[in-house]
């Protein structure tokens, strides 16, 4: 069995000597790097050879209180062993008495050493170290991991499988710490208490409030484990080895717990024996059934196979046999005899009969007995009522018949040759009701009248046998069914004693009684939801019941049947009107027949063909563990996906009988947080500084995701109806706002995003792929102009941040909300509102392009510097950032302003298609064309275009032209438009030449 355990944990361990003391302590029995040499397995099975331990050579103690439980221990001759040397009840009780082991007491470990654990030298702490953890990592590849503290309040951490964490300090409050398989042995924990030796005891690891371990703790510092006030339980699945543990549950609920699971230990199967029926009265004639039922503790079936003892303390003798035919029948003595059934199964059926009138007691047990040895008292009388029901399994509520027979029983070997014959006509029978299990009852068996019970009923009698009789028992429970005539007495009897082999009636001193044994079941069991819930939602309508992995409530009613029920397979019960029907009360008796009652997942309800997810919580219950005389309390039950889900209850052994199974589906759960597993915001320009001009469009990229309360994915949400889905807002804050209000949401523009991206839910994700997003320019108040006109403002620091769209019905449909959100989003005379941020940010900046002026000789090309520009908050400044915004010179315009009759040839710009470097171009060049070396001055006004259109005053094609919009600017007071500077050939000064009368004008027109 070990040679197959720590599948994903045990190569690590080949790799943990790397950290290793070499000076290692020769009075350590081991040390990691022992394990990572050879029988690697057995190593690591000696720190955890069972649940829960301390270490050889300790004088450690176990103490709990209250109600808690663990699971897994050693059994040793039927007595619950843990590895600890003082085990205390400290809840007020007596020391040494307690239920902590599966409602067994705790045992010390006294003789048995191999329940101690070796003690290990752990590693030396490295010099670099992991830090804190206090969240969720992205833990890649790693699997080893040393962190200075775990520190953890209402969080869940998934470590890879097969990962070995080494701390100092940890505690968690309703948190959870588990391996991706869920499995204990892929989750390895050292605690280290690294103060010095006689200190050793110095500080605790604390699990509180509901929190949630799947894993080995191996810890030198002492492990306390408390609920708290939190409903959920405090659970270790896996194993505990410390100095000393300390574990606090309440007073009536279960609500701390260690459930050992490793394949390094497998406690012994635990069977319990219950014997029916344990009260039985019948006649000398008649041969009396005892039954011996083997169960196993906490499994809905048994697989038992050995010996069942039992022994016979009688004062007449007599005999007892395995059929019901007497062959073969074996005989015991006055006194007490001891009988084997060899190799038994988990039923075996014996018949019983003494020699005279007496009490027969009977005693069972078998190895390794969990619980009391069962004790029947059978009496026996020489003559009466002979009750023989048509099945002594009944299903309560439901008619069964009974038979009953006039019998004497002296020296009669056969019980037909008893009857008395002469017992007949109509009869006034008295019915009465003797519980056994539990010992009192607020039903009766009765005859069936209608809808009513009676307890007495005239009946006619053939030849001493009586008509069938119609009866009916509605509780649960082992009774026995007394009939008597209360006319036929000692003292007067209508019965004519004619053979000489009939009883007189001062042979029956107490007439004619007799009594029947009766085990009666419920029906099934309702599955009500607690007041002010409702079951009844789907994926597809109805209210909302709660969040994937939180705790809801579940009553567990057990049913009478009524008539029109069926009594085969399982029964949906998915109507509330089941929740209304009578229950049978004795079945949460504290001395009611033992029962677990055990809530699962039938299969999924809505959303169609969607994954049926996992129950977890406290799915188990005994029939008297938490209820309110009407319904089995579950108020721990846990499922991880959302939609509505068919759930089980069953309960399969009960006095030998199967409770039919129950179903019902259950909902709408619906998703607990949203996460933002992966984000990014990516600037337009990324070339230096990464920034984004206003109205020029930067991608965004998100993945959202629909968890359970343990940080899982539910699947299931996808497939909601579109109603029931929750629709996100993106918005936009400045992060550079000093003022309170930073809510620039109404200039980002999102119409590049797919439609209907906020509520396009795929399984748990919704995502933003290469989402194309602006931040506008801000328009002019009362703009007049035909084209748009903005103005001049930031530049901002821009981020992205995800809401869930506010909806009024939230307290019946149920809503999700995004977990982590720490971006503040402030409105105008609103509440502020908290979003989940994106990653990254924008730097948007009000830019422009800038083409300058040229002058110069009339025969020569002219450069025409170009520039990008932002608004830096006072003034505009060239871009340096920029090396990325490009212009091409065969999309330009221009407009003639001297002479006012041009040539046929004129000024035209050079081709050019280029960038800017650092945020300057200059290589732009205007060319004068002259043809023949004519003298001639030209004035010339060139248009880079940028714009989506061309200045209204300009003859310019539509079709030349390369949008960069987010660079345009006012240039001439007559809206947003391309770049453009004044271009003059001819231009002199000084003693150049001549100045003619027209240059001022020309130069400045």
């Not at 959870?176 to 204990?184: D, F, H, R, T, V």
């Not at 809505?606 to 919580?617: A, V």
Request: charged share 20%.
């Amino acid at each position: 069995m070990r040679g197959h355990i720590f599948i994903g944990v045990l190569w690590l361990l080949f790799l943990i000597p790397l950290f290793v003391n070499a000076a290692s302590d020769a009075n350590q029995n081991l040390s990691v790097m022992n394990l990572s040499q050879s029988n690697t397995t057995n190593d690591m099975c000696a720190l955890f050879p069972g649940p829960v331990q301390t270490w050889q050579g300790s004088d450690g103690k176990f103490e709990g209180s209250h109600k808690l439980n663990i699971t897994g221990t050693a059994i040793i001759n039927s007595n619950h062993y843990i590895g600890f040397n003082t085990v205390k009840n400290t809840s007020g009780s007596n020391s040494h008495v307690n239920d902590f082991c599966e409602g067994k007491s705790c045992q010390p470990i006294g003789e048995n050493k191999n329940l101690y654990a070796e003690k290990i030298k752990l590693d030396l702490w490295p010099q670099v170290d992991d830090g804190n953890l206090s969240k969720q990592r992205d833990f890649g590849d790693k699997k080893i991991f040393w962190f200075n503290t775990i520190n953890l309040s209402n969080k869940n951490i998934v470590f890879p499988s097969g990962s070995v964490v080494h701390v100092k300090k940890m505690t968690l409050n309703n948190s959870s710490l588990s391996s991706e398989s869920k499995k204990a042995d892929d989750l390895l924990i050292f605690v280290h208490d690294l103060k010095p030796s006689q200190d050793i005891l110095h500080e605790w690891v604390d699990l509180n409030a509901g929190t949630q371990v799947t894993a080995l703790i191996y810890s030198e510092r002492n492990l306390f484990m408390s609920n708290g006030n939190n409903i959920k339980v405090t659970r270790v699945t896996g194993a505990v080895t410390a100095p000393n543990l300390v574990m606090t549950g309440k007073k009536n609920k279960l609500r701390t717990e260690i459930i050992g699971q490793s394949a390094c230990f497998e406690a012994q199967p635990e069977y319990q024996l219950a014997m029916t029926p344990t009260v039985a009265t019948s006649t000398l004639c008649e041969h009396q059934k005892i039954e011996f039922l083997v169960s196993k503790v906490g499994a809905s079936k048994s697989d038992f196979e050995g010996d069942i003892s039992f022994s016979l303390s009688s004062s007449t003798g007599g005999k007892w046999a395995r059929n019901v035919g007497f062959n073969n029948a074996t005989s015991f003595g006055v006194g007490t005899s001891t009988f084997v059934l060899k190799n038994s199964d988990s039923r075996r059926v014996i018949w019983l009969q003494p020699n005279g009138a007496e009490t027969v007691t009977v005693t069972a047990s078998i190895a390794n007995m969990a619980g009391d040895k069962p004790v029947g008292k059978y009496t026996f009388i020489p003559g009466g009522f002979s009750v023989t029901p048509n099945n002594n399994n009944i299903i309560a509520g439901q008619p069964f018949s009974v038979t009953v027979k006039a019998v004497a029983c002296a020296n009669q070997p056969n019980l037909n040759d008893a009857v008395i014959t002469q017992y007949s006509g109509v009869k006034q029978l008295e019915f009465d009701t003797r519980y056994l299990a539990p010992s009192q009852g607020q039903y009766h068996v009765g005859a069936v009248k209608g809808a009513d019970e009676l307890s007495s009923l005239k009946v006619n009698f053939t030849n001493g046998i009586s008509d069938a009789i119609r009866m009916r028992y509605r509780d649960a429970g082992s009774v026995n069914l007394v009939v008597k005539d209360k006319t036929c007495t000692s003292d007067y009897c209508e019965l004519i004693t004619t053979k000489t082999n009939q009883l007189k009636t001062t042979d029956l001193p107490q007439g004619l009684v007799g009594e029947a044994s009766v085990h009666s079941r419920p029906w099934t069991f309702a599955m009500c939801p607690q007041a002010g819930d409702s079951f009844t939602g789907t994926a597809n309508s109805g209210d909302g019941l709660v969040a994937a992995g939180d705790a809801f409530v579940m009553r567990a009613k057990p049913l009478q049947w009524q008539p029109g029920d069926k009594v085969n397979n399982a029964i949906d019960v998915s109507d509330d009107k089941y929740c209304q029907r009578p229950i049978t009360p004795n079945f949460f008796a504290q001395t009611a027949p033992d029962a677990i009652v055990t809530a699962s997942i039938a299969g999924i309800d809505t959303p169609q063909n969607g994954r049926s997810g996992e129950l977890s919580g406290t799915t188990r219950q005994q029939h008297n563990d938490s209820h309110d005389n009407t319904a089995i309390i579950f108020d721990d039950l846990r499922w991880n996906e959302v939609g509505s889900v068919k759930l089980a209850m069953t309960a399969d052994s009960y006095l030998g009988m199967t409770i039919n199974p129950s179903q019902r589906a259950i909902g709408r759960f619906y998703p607990k947080q949203f996460v933002i597993k992966n984000s990014s915001i990516i600037n337009a320009h990324t070339e230096s500084t990464p920034f984004t001009y206003m109205d020029q469009t930067f991608t965004a990229n998100a993945t959202i995701e629909a968890q359970n309360a343990a940080g899982e994915a539910t699947l299931n949400y996808g497939k909601f109806a579109p109603q029931l889905k929750e629709s996100l807002l993106l918005t936009a804050v400045d992060l550079n706002q000093n003022r309170s209000l930073n809510d620039v949401s109404m200039r980002l523009d999102q119409s590049n995003l797919v439609g209907g991206w906020q509520y396009s839910w795929q399984q748990a994700q919704l995502t933003i792929k290469d989402g194309e997003l602006a931040f506008t320019r801000l328009p002019k108040p009362n703009n007049q102009l035909a084209t748009t006109t903005t103005t001049v403002d930031g530049p901002f620091k821009i981020g992205l941040g995800l809401s869930v769209i506010p909806r009024t019905d939230c307290l019946t449909l149920g809503c999700t909300d995004f977990a982590n959100k720490t971006q503040p989003l402030q409105r105008y005379n609103q509440p502020q509102l908290l979003t989940a941020p994106l990653n990254g940010e924008v730097d948007s900046r009000y830019g422009r392009m800038v083409l300058d002026d040229a002058s110069g000789v009339f025969d020569q090309p002219l450069t025409m510097p170009l520039k990008v520009e932002y608004w830096n908050g006072d003034q505009f400044i060239i871009n340096a950032d920029d090396s990325r915004s490009h212009f091409d010179s065969r999309y330009s315009c221009k407009q003639t302003i001297y002479p006012l009759i041009p040539p046929t040839s004129f000024a035209e710009l050079k081709p050019l298609n280029d960038n800017v470097l650092k945020g300057k171009n200059n290589v732009l060049q205007a060319l004068p064309n002259l043809t023949n070396n004519e003298y001639l001055k030209q004035q010339v006004r060139f248009w880079i275009r940028i714009a989506d259109k061309a200045a209204a005053d300009i003859g310019c094609s539509e079709n030349n032209k390369q949008y960069q919009p987010w660079l345009t600017f006012n240039w001439r007071g007559v809206g947003d438009e391309d770049p453009s500077g004044l271009v003059t050939f001819g231009s002199y000064r000084g003693n150049d030449r001549i100045i003619y009368r027209s240059e001022t004008a020309v130069i400045n027109p």
